[in-house]
């Protein structure tokens, strides 16, 4: 089974950007779907973006949709997500997943068969 590993998380102020990268243990099936979701403190887990396996088409959050950009790496075995124009509401635990969804599920956390084990994002002054 695939293992993921997050990394690029850290500190930074209001309208600065970041970049995390989600590096794969192994070459991942072009029939896998890779997304990143995020959780803050007593919130639930939410999709960020993800690029679907059959198309290879990125779908993001409203949210973040004009800010973030998601994007595989295949030489690499990595899919990166490009995060500008942060605000303090992106702060959160930023995790990797990969899985098998059908489009109309591609937002949904518990369709993910792998998860990595995130990495923290704070935006703050």
């Known amino acids: 089974q695939v293992q993921l590993v997050e990394s690029g998380g850290g500190l930074v102020q209001p309208g600065g950007s970041l970049r995390l990268s989600c590096a794969a243990s192994?070459?991942?099936?072009?029939?896998?779907?890779m997304a990143w979701f995020r959780q803050a403190p007593g919130m639930e887990r939410e999709f960020v973006a993800a690029?679907?396996?059959?198309?290879?088409?990125?779908y993001y959050a409203d949210s973040v949709k004009g800010r973030f950009a998601i994007s595989r790496d295949s030489a690499k075995n990595t899919v990166d997500l490009q995060m500008n124009s942060l605000k303090p509401e992106d702060t959160a635990v930023y995790y990797c997943?990969?899985?098998?969804?059908?489009?109309?599920?591609?937002?949904?956390?518990?369709?993910?068969?792998?998860w990595g084990q995130g990495t923290q994002v704070t935006v703050s002054a």
């Open positions: 192994e070459r991942a099936s072009s029939d896998i779907s």
């Open positions: 690029l679907f396996r059959r198309t290879g088409n990125a």
């Open positions: 997943a990969a899985g098998r969804p059908i489009l109309s599920a591609l937002r949904l956390s518990s369709i993910y068969s792998t």
